[in-house]
């Protein structure tokens, strides 16, 4: 390393490596070559998603994220069936689980759905003009949960008092479901197999909506009277009223499980309180989910420039967290701040599965209950302050969306780049060729990977790998514009 290089601050080489889109974050790897005996550091992307970790791989992941998009959005044939559409079969096929079924009767306060056979088909129809003209548009939706109480222009309730925090955290968690009810009913009411690009975002008031690019138009109607019919119920043990709160908690007991802190008698166990549930004729779920009353349809054709536009303006909070709607604390207001620390708590103590600790609160044992659960600190996502209930994926796609699998279309950005360079004439020198299956003479690795151990060095190697790495880019930069230049001047 350089004197000069030394002289620089570690935040201002930072700075210049998120400029030139180096990761700030590299897992770095000492590659051995086995049969030199040369020993290199290696860094290797974090592949974060979220802008407050690394914006560089933040952006990179959301640029991805929209090439995806924009490929399946608008196709007029087939897409081939991708690795995950052709799915895998195990070696030993596991046991088979004992389901419990619920009456498939439709609720009496939801209309009914329009019904049709499902064609082995994906693509939307074409559609001539009277000039001749033929095009194929799709749409652009979004899709939101109701209301809890009014809200000021600022996301704030008007009463927080009266504001439905709980059903709010409920739907929060359980919204997943309920979009996965959304397409099985989409698809039965059409009559084919639509497909959709979603992502999920906060909206001003902290509750999930849905924007969703459709492949193919569907009369807005239809998904109108798609979206008030569809909900989900909740069949879980009733949750409403905790029994044990503060210090008061359930005990561990290695021969009972959780125990009454008072009496020793064991709590339901996860299996006996849904038994309980079935025997009841009575019972009802412990919640229902349905969308909201507000619904955006927008019809899309791919030759026009509001087709980008939605493409990006689909994935522009990708990289960032649901807890970040108000941005820090320095910018968002003390009603926004309580609003958000008010739906953390209620999001904090609701059980997110059958295996949260916060059953506890309820007098159940979770499933796979265990020794050292608290309610409270259950480690799912859905309960930090960051996620607010979403704990999930926040990009939900379709299976024949494009035909391919993400690390697919990964490749396809590579390959693009390199294709420039090769028809310049360019060579690009990478560490993609250490990670290559190459093998020596007795048919083992010839190169050895492991995760670099900083305890057995004394070197800056935090400054030291960042530096070569903003160099390399320039250099790769440098020479991809060079590339680019050289083949516009050559003739068509």
Known sequence: MSAATLQVPTEAIRELAEVNGVCIRPVVHQVTDTETGKVRLVPTPCGATLASKCPPCARRNRALRMQQCREGWHLDQEPEDSPIDAGHVDEEPPPPVERRVRSTRRRQDAPDLPSLPVENRTVGRA????????????????????????????????????????????????????????????????????????????????????????????????????????????????????????????????????????????????????????????????????????????????????????????????????????????????????????????????PCSPRCANWLRFGIQPAGAHDGMSPGQCPAKAHDRQHLGCGGRRVLVSRRWSGKTLAAHRADRVDVVRQVLATAGIEVADAERLAADVRRADGQPRYEWKVWNPLESSLPVYRRILTRTIAERLRWKAEYQAAKEILAAQPP
């Not at 019809?299 to 026009?304: H, K, M, N, T, V």
């Open 127 to 350: 559609f001539t003009s009277a000039s001749g003209r033929t095009y194929r548009p799709s749409m652009f939706a979004t899709f939101t949960l109701p209301s809890y109480g009014p809200v000021l222009g600022d996301g704030t309730p008007v009463a927080p008092a009266t504001y439905n925090y709980r059903r709010a955290a409920l739907d929060a968690l359980h919204f997943p479901k309920l979009i996965d009810r959304l397409w099985q009913n989409l698809r039965r009411a059409v009559g084919w197999k639509v497909q959709y690009f979603s992502a999920l975002e906060p909206q001003r008031r902290l509750a999930p909506h849905l924007h969703a690019a459709i492949r193919g138009a569907i009369p807005r109607e239809t998904v109108r009277q798609v979206v008030t019919a569809t909900y989900h119920q909740l069949w879980w043990p009733p949750h409403r009223e905790p029994k044990y709160v503060g210090d008061r908690l359930p005990i561990w007991q290695d021969a009972k499980g959780y125990v009454d802190p008072s009496t020793g008698i064991p709590l339901r166990t996860w299996d006996q309180a849904l038994d309980e549930l079935d025997a009841d004729p009575a019972a009802r779920p412990a919640h229902v989910l349905r969308f909201g009353k507000q619904l955006d349809l927008q019809g899309i054709i791919a030759e026009q420039d509001d087709a980008d536009h939605r493409v990006a303006y689909l994935t522009k909070y990708l990289a960032k967290t649901f807890g970040d709607a108000y941005g820090d604390d320095s910018t968002a207001t003390p009603r926004q701040r309580r609003h958000l620390d008010r739906l953390h708590h209620e999001l904090r103590y609701l």
